[in-house]
């Protein structure tokens, strides 16, 4: 049996289109002109192709084993036929050669060109999916060249490259030097961000500034310790809470007396609460209180609290 037989049943429900004219927005198409009709989104997830290779290889194995739900995987298209939503799944509907199922978007707003302004508008949308990420949204933003992506890029990569830290893009993501860049602003480091965020100049200017160098520069030491001592408490968990302390104690808050106390007693704890994380560091970073190195970290706070 082909391919495309095994959802005849599906497809037969669906009027064909072979053009992009005459068509009645928010109503479900189905082609085989895909490749000639449709245009994929100009750098979408950062791809230039505008869809993730590893994706469409899964959707293409799914499709052949009969696992494929093509009403799922419906394009939204735009007047223009830039596909707007589901450009994986009409590559993967191309290679195999069966039917692909689209209808034209209802929102005048994205009927034009495939560009910045598109994407734009998309990744408002999309900050809300949870099949999107925020590294989706930087990756898109580097490829347009926007100077707070490319600041952000530089920056990680100059932390890369120390060779006395320990610095990966799994254990430093770009959502944390955005919020570096933010000035500590915790409220939007935890939010998904979208194509716009990168257009803000304030962040823009406070990126290339040498506070923020340094700023990043002592996350990254801090990161490196903690990988150095296998902590057993996520490194972002600790890395968004020595921001929020930064942030509301900046005057009392020392980085020196911070990775002294770190590289002494641990974060390697066997479960650990939010407030006691922020006790900690704020305990870590306070440099009027001397801290006994024959007694247990766990032992020293509770001391203090009395």
């Not at 296998?230 to 990775?259: A, G, H, P």
Request: aromatic letters at 10%; a positive charge; hydrophobic letters at 35%.
């Amino acid at each position: 049996m082909k391919t495309i037989d095994i959802y005849k049943e599906i497809f037969d429900h669906f009027p064909e289109a072979n053009s992009l004219e005459n068509l009645v927005p928010g109503m479900t198409y189905k082609t085989m002109r895909a490749k000639e009709m449709f245009t994929h989104l100009k750098f979408n997830r950062g791809t230039e192709c505008g869809y993730v290779p590893s994706i469409v290889s899964k959707l293409v194995a799914k499709i052949i084993s009969g696992d494929y739900k093509p009403e799922i995987g419906c394009a939204l298209i735009n007047k223009l036929g830039v596909v707007l939503l589901s450009n994986n799944n009409v590559e993967s509907t191309i290679e195999t050669k069966i039917w692909t199922l689209f209808r034209v978007t209802c929102d005048d707003r994205l009927n034009i060109p495939n560009g910045l302004e598109l994407n734009s508008i998309l990744s408002d949308i999309n900050a809300y999916k949870t099949d999107w990420n925020n590294d989706a949204i930087f990756q898109t933003a580097l490829r347009f060249n926007i100077p707070l992506a490319v600041g952000v890029q530089t920056l990680l990569a100059k932390m890369m490259a120390c060779p006395e830290l320990n610095i990966t893009s799994k254990n430093l993501t770009t959502n944390q030097i955005m919020t570096l860049a933010d000035e500590f602003n915790v409220k939007t480091h935890s939010k998904k961000r979208s194509l716009n965020d990168y257009n803000n100049e304030k962040m823009t200017d406070h990126i290339k500034t040498e506070k923020c160098y340094q700023n990043l520069y002592f996350m990254c030491e801090v990161i490196t310790v903690l990988e150095y001592q296998k902590c057993t408490v996520d490194t972002s968990k600790v890395f968004e809470n020595l921001l929020w302390v930064m942030r509301k104690y900046s005057n009392k808050f020392s980085k020196e007396s911070f990775l002294i106390n770190l590289k002494k007693h641990s974060f390697k704890v066997s479960e650990i609460k939010i407030g006691e994380i922020r006790q900690k560091i704020q305990n870590f970073g306070n440099s009027d209180l001397n801290v006994d190195d024959s007694m247990p970290v766990t032992e020293k706070f509770s001391k203090r609290k009395k």
